[in-house]
């Protein structure tokens, strides 16, 4: 028992803490060594998206001509939620910026610009691909110079153009209460011949691979059966001859996504070109007599990736957000933990409360487990005379053991069971934790203004570590003296690797450690008290 304890102990911390170390060992980030030059290039031309041959549509893709410089003119668009700018060049984006995220806690006045990540300039770029032929960018005119739309209200940004022959009538519909954007594309043939090719709608990223704590960035692909598709850097493409649920590019906080209509006929690409470059192309299938018109029609998401927000699109976005092997009990944690933030108007607090509750609800489980192993405790010297006289005899030695533990109704894993069975709900928190976009720049008290990060002074970390030293310390052992030495450094080993952990994860871990010693206390001493 004393070494399956022991055992016990550190594998479900080391589950907890280090699994996503071994993650992220197991698809490490890729060198960023052409990071610099990828994004300096991207700078340089930020408005020519080209979209990727698409494998079922199209066969081979000869090499474009060298489009002629076109006059670019840009129109603005605000809505209570963001800032944005649409270019006249295929109506692609060349800022999105979001009012309620700011780019930087030292800067609060600025929102995040997420057409430097998950929607780089010239994302949303509309596309003609004649069957056979090459994809040309088109060119369009806005009927307006700028959109302004209020809180209740909508607004319509308008752009008509023409390429290869055809006539393209681009429409985004802005509401002041969404991130979603409708989005409406006609196109007419206006020649005296049929048309066959595809319309290309197309976003890219400034991301792909892992980032620093290990989750996904690029390109992922949500199907219409259920599946969710992540591309990992070192894959170059990825496609598909149906229409997905929807397709996108994400980094830990943030997402850009198509949601095309049900009813459409489309085909989709994925691809990674450098780990800091990735697209995502979607494409319509189209066929036209002289004179016929054909709409496409699909929704377009670029914002935050908040729980409870993406869950009410109602259109699976939800899936985005990593939230591990235990996401069954992460989501419902995620959920509590923004009711408590509703009433409480603190993060930190919110955290608190949380622990709490899960301390109350495991605390039969803790008795139990406390309560086995001071019985272990108290029965070790007989446990010790028993291995010493049996310890050339297992079979004996075994036997012995089970009617010593039967005789004083002892239960040799009593004490490891309920550790192990809470590991999940751990884990579970932990994740939450660490990806809730809630949690960026939520500030709690005096010096910790970022849950999201560590703490700036280490000040919660090194008392986190004196609580567990001090739990431990307080918790019965039936280990032999030479291996509790051992085991006192593991409150060290974990404050150094708290160090640079979110603070709000710290917080918790922390605040669980309190409430164990409290409750060990209270157990440890009520019998004592109904003896007296």
């Known amino acids: 028992m004393d070494k399956r304890l022991i055992y016990a102990i550190v594998l479900s911390m080391g589950v907890m803490l280090g699994y996503p170390y071994v993650l992220n060992w197991i698809n490490p980030p890729k060198p960023k060594t052409e990071t610099a030059a990828t994004e300096k290039k991207t700078e340089a031309v930020p408005s020519e998206i080209a979209p990727g041959t698409i494998a079922p549509s199209v066969q081979a893709e000869p090499k474009a001509a060298p489009e002629k410089p076109v006059k670019e003119t840009l129109t603005t668009v605000e809505t209570p939620l963001i800032k944005a700018a649409f270019s006249s060049v295929g109506g692609g984006l060349k800022r999105w910026e979001l009012k309620k995220y700011e780019a930087s806690i030292k800067d609060r006045s600025r929102g995040v610009n997420l ?21 040309e960018n088109v060119v369009l005119e806005a009927a307006s110079t700028g959109v302004v739309v209020e809180p209740q209200g909508a607004g319509v940004l308008a752009y008509s153009g023409s390429a290869k022959g055809l006539r393209v009538d681009k429409k985004y519909k802005f509401t002041g209460e969404s991130y979603l954007v409708d989005t409406e594309i006609t196109v007419t043939n206006t020649t005296g011949a049929p048309f066959q090719g595809s319309l290309e709608t197309v976003l890219a990223a400034n991301v792909a691979g892992k980032d620093a704590s290990g989750y996904h960035t690029g390109p992922l692909v949500s199907t219409t059966k259920g ?26 906080y943030f997402l850009s996504a198509i949601i095309p209509s049900s009813e459409s006929a489309l085909n989709w690409l994925t691809e990674v070109s ?53 996401a ?34 495991f605390y039969p489980l803790t008795k139990h487990s406390l309560k086995s192993m001071k019985e272990l405790q108290n029965i070790q010297p007989q446990l010790a005379a028993i291995k010493e006289k049996y310890k050339d005899n297992k079979e004996k030695l075994n036997k012995e ?16 069971l309920p550790m192990i069975l809470q590991i999940p709900v751990f884990i579970g928190l932990y994740e939450v934790l660490y990806v809730a976009i809630e949690l960026r720049h939520a500030p709690f008290f ?14 919660s970390p090194i008392i986190m570590g004196a609580t567990m030293f001090l739990q431990q310390k307080m918790t019965p052992t039936t280990v032999d003296p030479a291996q509790a030495k051992i085991m006192l450094i593991m409150p060290v080993v974990f404050t150094f690797m708290f160090l640079s952990f979110p603070s709000g994860l710290v917080i918790y871990w922390l605040v669980n450690n309190v409430l164990s010693i409290a409750q060990q206390y209270y157990i440890q001493r009520t019998p004592a008290k109904a003896k007296a």
């Open 115 to 135: 057409a430097e990540s998950v929607a780089r300039m010239g994302s949303l770029s509309t596309f003609i691909r004649p069957a056979g032929g090459a994809a």
């Open 227 to 252: 599946k969710l598709l992540r591309q990992a850097a070192d894959e170059a493409q990825k496609t598909g001859a149906e229409p997905p649920r929807w397709i996108g590019l994400e980094s830990k």
């Open 274 to 326: 450098s780990s800091a470059s990735s697209k995502a192309t979607l494409s319509a299938q189209i066929s036209l007599a002289p004179g016929e018109t054909k709409t496409v029609a699909f929704k377009t998401f670029i914002g935050p990736k908040e729980y409870d927000l993406l869950l009410s699109y109602k259109a699976g976005l939800e899936e985005a957000i990593e939230f591990g092997w235990f």
């Open 328 to 361: 069954v009990i992460a989501k419902p944690f995620l959920v509590v933990l923004n009711f408590l933030e509703r009433y409480v108007g603190n993060y930190g607090i919110a955290i608190i409360i949380l622990t709490f509750m899960t301390k109350v609800v």
């Open 401 to 416: 053991l089970m009617e010593l533990y039967k005789r004083y109704k002892v239960n040799p894993v009593g004490g490891c």
């Open 446 to 459: 005096f010096w910790i203004t970022d849950l999201s990060d560590k703490d700036p002074y280490y000040i």
